[in-house]
């Protein structure tokens, strides 16, 4: 099987060989989901309008997202003999202009430049993996995301890939358990359950079809780590799988993917047939016997599909809801009730390295009892937003400040949410928290997928705990009663806090219900879904006690407890607060000082926007700070 | 209308576990499930009607009733959230003069909220058709409709 994996292998190496020693520059557009949003396919559409301009042949290839997202669009240059460097915030007018400056000119254009990728020096450009980006990053999950084409089988494999599966298929499923348990994998779809065991348990159940199924339905508000990988790698999900299907005894697999991530669907796609062409995937892979088809179900929007029981039943046709309990294994009674093996797709994914790399090299990485890296979804109120994949153990605060830049506009940080719905929100005094699934979930959060969004001072908590309960109360299948009814009665008191109507015990009542929901709910959606509102409890009771006494909320946020007006003394009427009110609420001369009646405001902010820094004269005011008109709803 | 959902049914065997993959393709094809739709799968998988539109109304990908000729998808994702998203929804529902979950009178536009289209460093997103546009402002909005508007 190897010496058949050899042959594709330099099959592959000869394919590319021509790309490599063509002598042209090569330009490389970052074109997932992020870089397309933010104009990429403009982008290279002017690179190859600029190239015909300047009468300059070179190789133009998309690769997926190389995770610093907050400087999309990416363009990479490689000139022959020359390292790669990496240009942020391209527009089609930049990207002209630097290629006519690089390409002709032999300017490098430092000023454009965010610094060199991989191997190589140029005066003036400095090295990506020196920069606090990522210098305390390590990339093993996203090796190839932002490297290879991902649309492009050859490009993988001349990066070692399928070689995992190839070095499986000479042993016993058995030795690859063992090799996966004493790597120390644990699941990376949030609870981190141990790999190795999951596999074991579904090898030794007895079944004449079992089934490997990959959860790619990553709901949770916030986190795109699954997507990156779906877009950026597809094939390692796809080898990582097979090594799977092989370990466990199963010749089927499915991929149960969000409809709304239509760009990894046509990817996958690509990579199952491209796969099956050299016989990587399908019948009596590279000649040894074993055989594994992959399917790819779209999943129809619907959160509580992330359970596994759930996502069982939606793959069945059924409506989505987990089976009630007592309900067995999926690893023993899954899919059409035959042994399943259900993983996230980060695990299977990171699977053929930990194979062909060994388990040592994996556990070198990470905490005692946390192995490799943890990727994350860095958002919110972040300067440096992106796919960031870091140790496990490594401090909240690295991640924030150093890896992340620290807060937007210099603003103070508040908070970090983590775990999505099932997750919390933690404090500035937890910063030092080494990161990994058991300290956070000490912490009261969850590492879950891997979403982190950072708040700032303007974030209220409150305002949160109400987004994720609307959120949990929009999704909860509707199957038990403490979900069903618990997170709507839990919504309804965040609702009257917000709107100022909160009454004392409303803190009492919120904790009392959040317990009860946490131990009567049968599936993993209400037994997380409290959380959000007991998390911002625990650290920021103070904020939740404004809202209810004072009647104040101290970010500014909640509409209800909040008041725009305009100082007299500082307003020049220059009337642009009054030409950009939609709601009309804003009256005065030229010249003369502005009035906003509080009886039409909607209090949407956009007269603080609009009214001119020099002048700063909208203020938002809340508490007592307002006036003694009947404000609010 | 037969004639196109007759054409959806000949693509599938009538297997149970073909439900949902063809209610999807359903409604790519008449655009929303609609009554006549939902009948022919239940007929063609040989189950109850009632139980087809028990799991179409399950999912939130299902329509049942037609949709504009551009689809927009404001996220409500965490990271949009706290950019605020939310009064770009109010800005989108003010310029097409519709509500959250409408169908503008000329069926050009339809808009709803979605959970999170998985762009969240370019929050706030808004996702028209397959395209997400990102790191939005409630001034950039018309701009960004009226390049879909003038598309016809």
Known sequence: MLQKYELIRKEAEEKLAPVKESGKPLIIVGAATCGRATGALDVLQAIKEKLKDISIDANIKQVGCIGMCYAEVLVDIVKPGKPRICYGNMTPEKVGELLHDYLLEDNPRPDLALGIVGEGQLEGIPNLNDSPVFKSQQRVILKNCGHIDPENIDEYIAVDGYKGLALCLERKPEDIIREVTSAGLRGRGGA????????????????????????????????????????????????????????????????????????????????????????????????????????????????????????????????????????????????????????????????????????????????????????????????????????????????????????????????????????????????????????????????????????????????????????????SCGQCAPCRLGTQQMLAILNDICERKGREGDIELLEELGASIIEGSICGLGNTAPNPVLSTIKYFREEYEAHIRDKSCPALVCKSLIEYRINPEKCQGCGRCRRSCPAEAISGNRKEPHVIDPSRCTKCGICLETCPERFSAVECVTGKDRSNIKGGQ | MQEKIDKVLSAFNGDRSELIPMLQAMQKELGYLSEEGMQAIAKHIGMAESQVYGVATFYAQFYFAPRGKHEIKVCSGTACHVKGGARILETLESQLKIKCGETTADRNFSLEKVACVGSCALAPVVMIDDNVHGRLESKKVKGVLDKYASEV
């Open chain 1, 192 to 475: 981190g359950f141990p790999t190795g065991r999951k596999w074991e348990a579904c090898f030794k159940a007895k079944s004449d079809q079992k089934y490997v199924v990959c959860n790619a339905d990553e709901g949770d508000p916030g986190a795109f780590m699954d997507r990156s990988v779906l877009e950026g790698d597809p094939h390692a999900l796809l080898e990582g799988m097979a090594i799977a299907g092989y370990a466990t005894g199963s010749s089927k697999g499915y991929i149960y993917v969000r409809a709304e991530y239509p760009l990894a669907i046509a990817r996958l796609k690509t990579a199952i047939e491209q796969a099956k062409e050299k016989n990587l995937l399908g019948d009596n892979i590279l000649g040894s016997g074993f055989s594994f088809d992959l399917e790819i179900f779209q999943g129809a929007g619907a959160f509580v599909c992330g359970e596994s029981t759930a996502l069982v039943m939606s793959i069945e046709g059924n409506r989505g809801m987990p089976k009630p309990l007592p309900r067995p294994r999926t690893t023993e009674a899954g899919l059409w009730g035959k042994p399943t093996l259900l993983n996230n797709v980060k695990t299977f994914a990171v699977a053929p390295q930990v194979i062909h790399k060994g388990a040592k090299w994996f556990a070198s990485t990470g905490s005692e009892n946390c192995k490799g890296t943890a990727v994350f979804a860095l958002t919110g109120k972040i300067k440096r937003s992106g796919l960031v994949e870091v140790p496990m153990g490594i401090e909240l605060k690295k991640i924030i400040f150093e890896v992340g830049g620290g807060i937007l506009g210099d603003k103070k940080f508040k908070a970090v949410q983590t775990g999505g719905p099932s997750g919390g929100c933690l404090p500035e005094s937890k910063l030092n928290l080494p990161v990994d699934f058991d300290s956070l979930v000490k912490a009261g959060s969850i590492m879950g997928s891997g979403g982190m969004v950072v708040m700032d001072e303007t974030t209220c908590m409150v305002d949160v705990a109400r987004y994720f309960l609307n959120f949990t109360v929009d999704e």
